[in-house]
């Protein structure tokens, strides 16, 4: 097998989510960590206490790399209102980008870097973690071969307590996970109707929202909390042939697969026209992987293949346009 360059990278922010993304470019073959920057000298201490000389640079200097022929890419993992400028400066460096979901705070911005990335013929990555899930790439490959038969509904909970954002709300935060699954399982679908309720607990954006869509063929519903006393990450799938509840919280057999559905009896006239159809319930084995560090090295292979990213530009645009939509109705919702 060829040897496989690194792709050499910057990350841009080490706060709660950048010690995940650090480690997991540390510990894959296929990234080489160039430096860490960060605005807040407190969190470069932080990096250098885990990896001291094993990175070469701890800087709140991101800048200097942007025409640094040495880096290839960066992890632009900061808060998602100031991402945009910095993720503009970034694409228009010619340097590859994988930024931290939801890509952009409105389709506009979503729009702009999509834009910018084609143009500087750079790839551009966001992290929509779940479709690199093992289990979430099971579920896909179910429906791909028929097995769950047409799609009738997804419901969908990702709730736990806190962090209480400023910059998005908790369907934002959440359910962009939400929404990139069920356009990676389904094949790219898009909702023609999107309604959205919410309420403003603490802080100034929505802790607590149900997304309700209709997309060709089957519902979705999405609870996302950012006040919920216990951590929530469940996926209920409904097909006409079987169903499936992905449990992200359990340590072992997360996935448990429904042979159930209901039939048509064909007694037009009798009792019950159509009746519930029990079958079995399996587990299937399911090798452990980790998302983030697949998201990571898909990254890294797209840009050693020069091809797009499942999570490119145009996944985030679907994705944020939803969600801008989701505004509107969750605006609409509070003028009562
Ligand atoms: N993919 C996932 O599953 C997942 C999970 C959690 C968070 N996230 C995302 O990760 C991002 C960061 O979230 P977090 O919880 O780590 O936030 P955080 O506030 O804990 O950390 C952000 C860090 O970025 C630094 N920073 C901000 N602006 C900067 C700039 N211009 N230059 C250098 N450093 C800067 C801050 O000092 C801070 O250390 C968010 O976009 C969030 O949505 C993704």
């Known amino acids: ?27 894959s073959r296929k990234t080489n960590m160039i430096a860490i920057s960060d605005a807040v ?13 094993a990175i070469s640079d701890y800087t709140a200097d991101y800048e200097k790399y942007l025409d640094d022929p040495k880096v290839d890419a960066f992890a632009l993992v900061i808060q998602t209102e100031p991402s945009f400028e910095v993720a503009k400066k970034i694409l228009k460096a010619g340097k590859h980008l994988f930024i931290e979901k939801p890509m952009a705070s409105d389709t506009a911005r979503a729009v702009e870097l999509t834009r910018l990335a084609h143009e500087n013929h750079v790839v551009l990555h966001t992290d929509h973690i779940m479709i690199f899930h093992p289990i979430i790439r099971y579920i896909k490959k179910m429906y791909d071969e028929g097995e769950l038969g047409d799609l009738i509904y997804f419901d ?23 929404l990139a699954v069920i356009d990676y399982i389904s094949g790219g679908k898009e909702p023609y109707h999107v309604e959205a309720i ?27 909390s950012w006040i919920s006393p216990i951590k929530e990450r469940r996926t209920m799938i409904g097909g006409t042939k079987k169903m499936v509840i992905f449990d992200d919280m359990k ?22 026209e159509f009746k519930a159809r029990s079958g079995d319930i399996t587990i299937p084995y399911i090798a452990q992987e980790d998302a983030l560090r697949n998201s ?26 939803i969600l801008d939509r989701a505004k509107e109705a969750l605006i609409a919702s509070n003028q009562n």
């Open 198 to 224: 919410g309420e403003t607990h603490y802080g100034n954006q929505e802790t607590l929202t149900y997304l309700t869509l209709k997309y060709e063929g089957f519902l979705a519903h999405i609870k996302s």
């Open 41 to 53: 000298p407190a969190r470069l201490d932080a990096a250098k206490n885990v990896y001291g000389s």
């Open 156 to 178: 969908i909970s990702r709730m736990n307590l806190g962090p209480i954002r400023r910059d998005v709300n908790a369907m934002l935060d959440l359910a962009v996970h939400d």
């Open 251 to 272: 340590t072992m057999d997360k996935l448990s697969i429904f042979d159930q559905g209901i039939i048509e009896t064909g007694e037009e006239y009798g009792p019950y």
């Open 296 to 321: 990571i090295e898909h990254f890294a292979d797209c840009i050693r293949e020069g091809r797009e990213s499942l999570a490119n530009g145009e996944q985030g645009i679907k994705v944020i346009r």
């Open 1 to 27: 097998m060829a040897e496989f360059t690194p792709v050499n990278i910057v990350q841009i922010g080490y706060g709660y989510w950048g010690t995940n993304v650090a480690r997991n470019i540390m510990q």
